[in-house]
């Protein structure tokens, strides 16, 4: 399992890509697993903003349909629309291609909160 270093953790396998004020958020590989064949992904609008723990999203696939939570407080500035094409993408580069909304951080102190790549797999066991 890809557990990359480089990033951030919710406890609701969320990873969280840091630049300045800005966070890039998709699933982990474990949650991509867990979940199966991806077939569908509903994402927020632009200028949508969420507290921290709301749901922003769903996530489909064949096994089960599943909540997208928010891992910081913030105002989506950029979705990744070619998710609506291609669903797919979150299973086979879910750090990459496969990521999912980027959000303007409210309080970048929030990010403190969240797991590191250690405490992360921890968490998994």
Same mark, same amino acid.
């Given at each position: 399992? +890809? &557990?990359?270093?480089n990033?951030?953790?919710?406890?609701?396998?969320?990873?969280?890509?840091?630049?300045? @004020?800005? #966070?890039?958020? =998709?699933?982990? !590989?474990?949650a991509q =697993?867990e979940l =199966? !064949? #991806?077939?569908?992904?509903? $994402?927020?609008?632009?200028? !949508?903003t969420f507290? &921290?723990? %709301?749901?922003?999203?769903?996530?489909?696939?064949?096994?089960a #349909?599943s %909540?997208?939570?928010?891992?910081?407080t913030g105002?989506? #500035?950029? &979705?990744?629309?070619? *998710?609506? @094409?291609?669903?797919?993408?979150?299973?086979? @580069?879910?750090?990459?291609?496969?990521?999912m909304?980027?959000?303007?951080? @409210? +309080?970048?102190?929030q *990010?403190? %909160?969240?797991?590191?790549?250690d405490?992360?797999?921890? $968490?998994?066991?």
């Amino acid at each position: 399992m +890809n &557990i990359p270093e480089n990033l951030k953790y919710s406890k609701e396998h969320e990873w969280m890509a840091v630049e300045g @004020d800005t #966070v890039t958020v =998709g699933i982990t !590989d474990y949650a991509q =697993g867990e979940l =199966g !064949d #991806v077939v569908f992904v509903e $994402l927020p609008g632009v200028g !949508d903003t969420f507290e &921290i723990q %709301d749901a922003f999203g769903t996530i489909e696939a064949v096994k089960a #349909v599943s %909540d997208l939570y928010c891992p910081v407080t913030g105002e989506v #500035v950029e &979705i990744n629309e070619s *998710l609506e @094409d291609a669903p797919e993408t979150v299973n086979s @580069d879910p750090y990459g291609k496969g990521w999912m909304i980027k959000i303007k951080v @409210d +309080n970048i102190a929030q *990010l403190d %909160d969240l797991l590191d790549a250690d405490a992360y797999k921890e $968490l998994l066991g």
